[in-house]
């Protein structure tokens, strides 16, 4: 795969309340696994949708049947390893610039460790009935660097978050909506309907306070986040430094058919 296929798809869509971003990642047949190729066009779709002061709100989204899998681990077990997946840019402990709008995650599938940090990393998150959640960093032999050891507790509390992380098990939607880390759950085929409604809503409203509302939760919320992520992005470097990309090969079946296993 290279940078120039579409594996991020943009669409607008028009209302009375202004324009809603609807952000999808968009590599069904490998369940939106992450390359260097989605996180770049991911990062480049929301920066766009940013900058378009007609944008009131964005909705990322994964075409079906997935959200995201997380990191593509058979392209980080190729010869260009990590450094074909890691892509510098944003501040530490995001997987993108932070927005002035809200980011809705429309949780349409399976949300595994890199891609549960991309759910995080939103504003908030609505659930298809669909929807699965798990952290597999411990099973697939890597350590966290986008923010899940801050967000996911925060969310969840300490102690789910923990056995999220030790165990690798998934969380159906209900348990997820149950703990806190959606706060919606919705039939599959409503979810980009409620979404867009959702979005709509906050398009309605006066553009400056939302933004200024947003900015005021994010920096109360970064009071306690901030050292927080600077303390996973520590443990992440130490553990990239000694990190052999060819391990995750061992590993990549075993956790794929658990996960299939366990989404039944």
């Not at 949708?49 to 079906?64: I, Q, Y």
């Not at 990191?71 to 610039?97: C, F, H, N, Q």
């Not at 899940?148 to 165990?167: D, E, I, K, N, Q």
């Not at 979005?199 to 006066?206: E, F, K, R, S």
């Amino acid at each position: 795969m290279t940078d120039r296929e579409d594996v991020v798809l943009r669409a607008r869509i028009e209302t009375d309340a202004g324009a809603t971003a609807v952000v999808t990642l968009h590599r069904p047949e490998a369940r939106n696994a992450l390359t260097r190729g989605v996180i770049t066009q991911l990062r480049a779709a929301l920066a766009d949708a940013d900058a378009d002061d007609s944008v009131g709100a964005v909705v990322l989204t994964g075409s079906d049947p997935a959200f995201s899998a997380g990191v593509d681990l058979k392209a980080l077990g190729s010869e260009g390893g990590w450094d074909d997946i890691s892509v510098a840019g944003p501040p530490t402990g995001y997987p993108w610039v932070p927005l002035r709008k809200p980011v809705i995650g429309a949780i349409n599938g399976a949300t595994v460790t890199g891609g549960l940090e991309l759910a995080l990393a939103c504003d908030f998150l609505i659930a298809s009935d669909r929807a699965r959640f798990a952290d597999t960093h411990a099973r697939v032999g890597m350590v966290p660097a986008w923010g899940l050891t801050g967000r996911l507790p925060a969310a969840v509390g300490w102690g789910f978050a923990r056995r999220m992380s030790m165990s690798g098990n998934f969380v159906d939607a209900q348990t997820a909506l149950r703990v806190g880390l959606v706060t919606e759950v919705v039939a599959h085929e409503e979810l980009l309907p409620t979404a867009l409604a959702l979005a709509a809503d906050i398009g309605g409203n006066n553009t400056k306070a939302v933004s200024a509302l947003l900015t005021s939760y994010r920096e109360a919320q970064q009071q306690g986040l901030g050292p927080e992520l600077d303390v996973e992005a520590t443990h992440s470097a130490a553990w990239m430094a000694q990190f052999d990309p060819a391990s995750v090969a061992q590993a990549r079946e075993s956790v794929i058919d658990r996960g299939r296993k366990q989404m039944k």
